[in-house]
C-alpha cells in the first residue's frame, strides 16, 4: 500500500459545480496535511493547510479525518481556471518526511 | 526576495553523461527536497536533507547522488547509472520542524538525447 493514495481522476466538472476528493495516508503518526496545486509543466503551489478542525479558503473547503486516516478538499461553484491538479502532502511524525499523493486532475468544463 | 531557485530550466544530457542540477534557497530553510514527476505521475522522494552535511535516501534514489554542503544549497547530480532520467526535477525546502508548508522551485526539465 502507498503511504499516500489519491484518486488520479480526472474528475470532469460543470462549471458551477461542486467537487469533492480525498487523499488517504497508511501512517497514523503524520503529523501535517496539505494540499497543493499543480498546473501543467509547473511547479506545485500551496493551495491551503488542512487543520484537525477544518478550514475554509473562499470556495475551497479541507478537512481532516484522523480516525478513518483521510483529508478532503471540496470546491464551491467551480472555475475553469480551477482546472488542474491537486497534490496532498504528508509530513511524517518525525517531521522529516515530505510525501506526496499521486494527484488528482480536475477539468473544470463549461 | 525569499525564494527558492533551481537552474537551469530545461537540460539536455547525452547518454552516458552525469549532470548537476541546482537548488539554491534564501528562505533560511534547513531542510531541502528533490523530487522527481513523470508525465502524468504524481511527485516521488529522490533525497532529502534536513541539515548540512547530512542527507537521506527516498524511495528513487538509485542513479542519484546529492551534497549538503552549505545550508542554501543542495545539488543533484543525475548520474550514468540513472537509466530513465527524463523528467521533470523539482527541489522544495521547509522550516525544522517540518510542520510549515514547502516551498518549491520551478522545476527543472531533464532531457537525454
Known amino acids: 500500500r502507498k503511504e499516500v493514495e489519491q484518486d488520479p481522476g480526472p474528475f470532469n466538472v460543470p462549471e458551477g459545480a461542486t467537487v469533492a476528493f480525498n487523499c488517504t495516508y497508511s501512517n497514523s503518526a503524520s503529523q501535517s496535511f496539505f494540499w497543493y496545486r499543480q498546473d501543467c509543466r509547473k511547479e506545485p503551489k500551496l493551495l491551503m493547510s488542512v487543520y484537525s478542525s477544518g478550514n475554509e479558503d473562499g470556495r475551497f473547503t479541507a478537512q481532516l479525518n484522523r480516525a478513518s486516516q483521510y483529508i478532503s478538499l471540496l470546491i464551491r461553484d467551480s472555475k475553469l481556471s480551477d482546472s488542474a491538479t491537486y497534490l496532498c502532502?504528508?509530513?511524517?511524525?518525525?517531521?522529516?518526511?515530505?510525501?506526496f499523493g499521486g494527484g488528482t486532475r480536475v477539468l473544470v468544463k463549461p | 526576495d525569499g525564494g527558492i531557485t533551481q537552474s537551469p530550466k530545461y537540460l539536455f544530457r547525452k547518454e552516458g553523461q552525469n549532470v548537476t542540477l541546482s537548488c539554491e534557497q534564501n528562505l533560511n530553510h534547513d531542510a531541502m527536497y528533490w523530487y522527481r514527476q513523470d508525465p502524468g505521475q504524481g511527485l516521488r522522494l529522490i533525497y532529502y536533507s534536513q541539515i548540512v552535511n547530512d542527507f537521506q535516501k527516498g524511495d528513487i534514489a538509485e542513479g542519484y547522488s546529492v551534497s549538503r554542503e552549505k545550508k542554501e544549497s543542495f545539488p543533484l547530480t543525475v548520474t550514468s547509472a540513472q537509466k530513465n532520467p527524463t523528467a521533470f526535477y523539482l527541489c522544495?525546502?521547509?522550516?525544522?520542524?517540518?510542520?510549515?508548508?514547502?516551498?518549491f522551485g520551478q522545476g527543472t526539465r531533464l532531457t537525454v538525447v
Open positions: 522544495a525546502s521547509n522550516t525544522p520542524s517540518g510542520v510549515t508548508e514547502a516551498f
Open positions: 502532502v504528508v509530513i511524517s511524525a518525525a517531521g522529516n518526511k515530505l510525501t
